[in-house]
């Protein structure tokens, strides 16, 4: 963890989240503002940037990579709620407002980079900056939205049916998840998919 001032390649990652699509509407004293509290955090497949029942929380921006969201019961078995990549940021910003724990982990799926600050620091940046406030709140309803579609899809579609939402919905990521996450969030055996896929189904 490095602070973002001090970071080797700083000017690359303040390019990177003026991609970001919360930020990219952000001035530039606001900008400046911001990156004065952010972090730059490197994980690895696997690391857990957040883990599921904790209170201390972050706001994460993906600047590289690809993260998951993911629920796991007490015998460890996991559902996975949705996948993030670059230009994509990550929150419980709801659990905090709400006081409870965060109800979901946050977990790299490949090798990632994100531009991370206090969930409350960046909350109080909120309050500061309405616009920025706004752009992020339809962010989070717009992640909520799409996580509500997702288990709609598991209990009506069939399996060559999941595939192919996710492929017309995230072509980018398609090729960059490993096959069993993938079966994981499309709650398929890792060899249906692979059947599927041979049969040419997908």
């Known amino acids: ?9 700083k ?28 972090t730059v955090v490197d994980g690895n497949k696997g690391d857990f940037l957040l883990h599921q029942g904790v209170r201390d929380m972050s706001q994460y921006f993906i600047l590289d990579g690809i993260l998951k969201r993911v629920v796991s019961n007490a015998e460890g078995k996991e559902m996975i709620l949705r996948f993030a990549n670059e230009h994509d940021m990550e929150t419980s910003y709801a659990a905090l407002r709400l006081g ?9 799926v490949t090798k990632a980079r994100v531009a991370t600050l206090p969930l409350k620091e960046w909350i109080a940046f909120l309050s500061r900056h309405a616009e920025a406030k706004e752009h992020f709140e339809y962010a989070v309803m717009k992640g909520m939205s799409e ?22 919905k995230h072509p980018e990521l398609i090729d960059r998840i490993p096959s069993k996450e993938l079966a994981s969030y499309l709650n398929l055996s890792a060899e249906t998919l692979s059947r599927l896929r041979k049969r040419g189904k997908i």
């Open 11 to 38: 000017n690359i990652i303040r390019l990177q989240l003026r991609e970001n699509v919360v930020l990219k509407e952000l001035s530039d004293s606001e900008r400046t503002e911001l990156e004065g509290h952010l």
């Open 1 to 9: 963890m490095t602070l973002l001032e001090n970071h080797p390649e």
């Open 100 to 108: 409870t724990p965060t109800p979901y982990g946050i977990v790299c």
């Open 147 to 168: 996580i509500m579609a997702h288990t709609i899809t598991l209990h009506l579609l069939d399996a060559p049916g999941r595939v192919h939402r996710f492929m017309r």
